[in-house]
């Protein structure tokens, strides 16, 4: 059973962030207004989720929390895009298809293969487990794009020399697509590697908080953890094939001059 915490103690819990802003006028690193932004903004988006999800968690119907889900997944395209420095025309719709598919997918298969919910949509489970994987989804396809465009921009001339000289266009940027795919799944694979030795993670911790047993909270962690290694795998190579796509055309021509032609989605 977990310990009740009262709105008052949470105001102790954010009081605690004024350590960082001291820090930040001592310093003079210019980030108080930013800490007091970003708590605030966390704050409200928590409290109101947790209201909305109250809501849901009394519903037996698959439409919201697929509307929900939706939501979530446009939100984070957005911010896979907005870390992104290198923009290409219809980049957020590349991103919002590599986190929509990949998510979505592995999420499904994980509430209704291997956990076995029944019914599947039970928000209970469907929308903690969708949100943590869209989470490190999202990173994963920021950082592949962003290297993808980077690398592509930056060693344009040799892509281009290759191009010239009769390689096809994956024959030219097979190896910036492997770079950016494995920039893209580096996070996840550092934070398996020291996950239980470092740190223990969020999921895990939270079921023991709520009295689950040890045991079968690893066993819930371990196994989110492998689905979000899976997502994040597909998410970042979803992302860089199309980015591919986009930058490279069928005429194995390099079109950089796409990048940075639009900040839009």
Known sequence: MSVPISLFQVALAAALVGLSILLSWRLRLGLGRDILIAGTRMTVQLLLVGLILGWVFA???????????????????QAAVGRTKGR??????????????????????????????????EAQYAVPVLGMVLGNTLTGVSLAQDRFTSDLNANRNAVEERLALG???WEAAHFTVQTAVRTGMVP?????????????????????????????????????????????????LGAVLLAYRALLDPRDRLRTERLGGSRSR
């Open 188 to 236: 996840t694979l550092n934070s398996m590697a020291v996950m239980g030795l470092v740190s223990l993670p969020g999921m895990m911790t939270g079921q023991i908080l709520a009295g689950a047993s040890p045991g079968v909270a690893v066993r819930y962690q371990i196994v989110i953890m492998f689905v979000i290694a899976a997502s994040s795998a597909l998410g970042s």
């Open 59 to 77: 519903l037996r119907s698959p439409w919201p929390i697929l509307g929900i889900g939706l939501v979530m997944t446009v939100l984070a395209a």
């Open 167 to 169: 390689a096809t266009r």
């Open 88 to 121: 290409y025309p219809g980049i957020f719709l590349d991103a919002f298809a590599a986190i929509f598919g990949s998510s979505f997918i592995l999420t499904g298969l994980a509430l209704s293969g291997i956990l076995q919910i029944r019914p599947w949509f």
